[in-house]
C-alpha cells in the first residue's frame, strides 16, 4: 500500500503560502505592507520567508532566510473585524511582545486550518 506523509498534518509542523502583514510592532502602529509569505509554524514559533524568489523545496525547507519570526507563546488569534482589513478571510494575530499580524489567505480552508493550528499551538504553549 501507498503511505502518505502528510506534513500539514501535525500541526506543531506546518508551512504554506499566506499574505501577511504587521500593523503593530512592540506596540507601535506601523503601515501595512501586505507580502506573500512562506510561513513556516515550528514548535511555538511562526516563521515568514520572503515568497518569490529563493528556492523552496518540495519538503517546505527554504534557503532564504526568514523574514521574521514571532512567538506564538502567550499569543492570540481572532478572526480579524471589519475595520482592520478589507480583504476577506483575516486572522489577527497578537503577540506578548506587542507584535500584532494581519494573516489572510483567499483560500477559505487555507486559513482555516491555519487558524485551528495556531490555536492549538498557543493552547499547547500556553504553560510555558
Ligand atoms: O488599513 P488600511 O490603511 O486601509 O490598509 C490598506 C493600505 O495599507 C493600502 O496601502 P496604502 O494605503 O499604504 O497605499 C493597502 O494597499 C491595502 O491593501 C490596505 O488595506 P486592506 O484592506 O487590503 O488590508
Redesign the pocket.
Known sequence: STYVLDLNDKPSEKCGVLNV?KITENGKKV??N?TSSWTVLQGSSLLFAKGQGGSTTWFGSNQSKPEFTVDLRGGSVEWASKD????KHVIELKTRQGTEL?IQSEIDSVINDWYRALIETINTHAWE
Open positions: 502583514t503601515r501595512k501586505w482592520k482589513s478589507s480583504k494581519l
